[in-house]
């Protein structure tokens, strides 16, 4: 399983992007889905998860209601909206994936990684 994330950039606090992970190879190895991040200095973080059918999601409380993950499973495609950014919210920002049922918080949970794409929010 390969998968490629990107839609990162540089936007002002309280502006909006939109993530996108893409998956190739062996995809019906994939179940749970899973966005991370990790800032310069710190342990990379779960931000937030989603089931195979995306029936059932979980976000970290420092994002909840402001991200939304959603995924498209006829295009092994797993978004991240992100809105109301605020400065805290700058970092490296992974996908992830793994045959898993549930959603993990864990990175040893995740079997399968994206690259990384950068988020920077400026004050």
């Known amino acids: 399983v390969q998968l490629q994330a990107f839609g990162g950039g540089l936007v002002q606090a309280g502006g909006s992007l939109r993530l996108a992970c893409a998956a190739s190879g062996s995809t019906f190895r994939i179940n749970r889905l899973g966005w991370f991040r990790q800032a310069p200095g710190k342990e990379r973080e779960f931000v937030t998860g989603i089931t195979g059918a995306g029936g059932v999601t979980s976000y970290a409380d420092s994002v909840k209601g402001r991200f939304t993950i959603s995924r498209d499973n006829a295009e092994n495609t797993v978004y991240l909206q992100m809105n109301s950014l605020k400065p805290e919210d700058t970092a490296i920002y992974y996908c992830?994936?793994?045959?898993?049922?549930?959603?993990?918080?864990?990175?040893?949970?995740?079997?399968?990684w994206g690259q990384g794409t950068e988020v920077t929010v400026s004050s």
């Open positions: 992830a994936a793994s045959p898993g049922l549930r959603i993990s918080q864990s990175v040893s949970n995740y079997a399968y």
